[in-house]
């Protein structure tokens, strides 16, 4: 199985600021990585797919960028509903695996 | 607009069996895949299997750590898709999603979970 890892496992971060996390595949995954939401007690949201597209409704805040091995999300403003844990999830083969997870908390 | 319902959790003995459904509505459902996914308290998200549509055979397949333990299926004229799962474990303890595989291979929606117990 393809082993995903996140970093950081987590960051504080105030509004306003720009937040960036990387994902990392144990092998290539070409484009095939999706990013997405969680809050607590919901289920996840998806946010980008195919490593760079947004999905729809989900704010141009968020943005992806990557291919192969190594990718990252970033909120370029942070806002108060963006505090979450996010999750990188890679569809290149089965079994689909997701990253850890990168919890971002209020400074 | 989807629409993505689990039922069926609950507390069971290590050993037990439970089956879960996940009722689909706004949607093709027949043509979807359907997978679940689980998420143990204060864990990460994990695949558990996946079940196609009748034009790629029903085919199925699953997580490792429930190979043989767990079997998905699916009723079409129901819109309804089933995980059945025996042999519990403690460690099978988790909130259940049934999610659809999008046409990008990603997952686009979700139910709100089922919350499956595996204690003593």
């Known amino acids: 199985a393809i082993r995903m890892t996140q970093s950081p496992s987590s960051l504080s971060a105030s509004t306003g600021d720009r937040v960036t996390i990387t994902c990392r595949a144990s092998q290539g995954i070409s484009s095939y990585l999706a990013w997405y939401q969680q809050k607590p007690g919901k289920a996840p949201k998806l946010l980008i797919y195919a490593a760079s597209t947004l999905q729809s409704g989900v704010p141009s805040r968020f943005s992806g960028s990557g291919s192969g091995t190594d990718f990252t999300l970033t909120i370029s403003c942070l806002q108060s509903e963006d505090f979450a844990t996010y999750y990188c999830q890679q569809y290149y083969s089965y079994p689909p695996t997701f990253g850890p997870g990168t919890k971002v908390d209020i400074k | 607009e989807v629409q993505l319902v689990e039922s069926g959790g609950g507390l069971v003995q290590p050993g037990g069996s439970l089956k879960l459904s996940c009722a689909a509505s706004g949607f093709t459902f027949s043509g979807s895949a359907m997978h679940w996914v689980r998420q143990a308290s204060g864990k990460g998200l994990e695949w558990v299997g996946r079940i196609r549509s009748k034009a790629n055979s029903y085919a199925t397949a699953y997580a490792a750590s429930v190979k043989g333990r767990f079997t998905i299926s699916r009723d079409d004229s129901k819109n309804t898709a089933y995980l059945q799962m025996n042999s519990l474990k403690t460690e099978d303890t988790a909130v259940y999603y049934c999610?659809?595989?999008?046409?990008?291979?990603?997952?686009?929606?979700w139910g709100q979970g089922t919350l499956v117990t595996v204690s003593s």
């Open positions: 999610t659809r595989l999008s046409y990008s291979g990603s997952y686009q929606d």
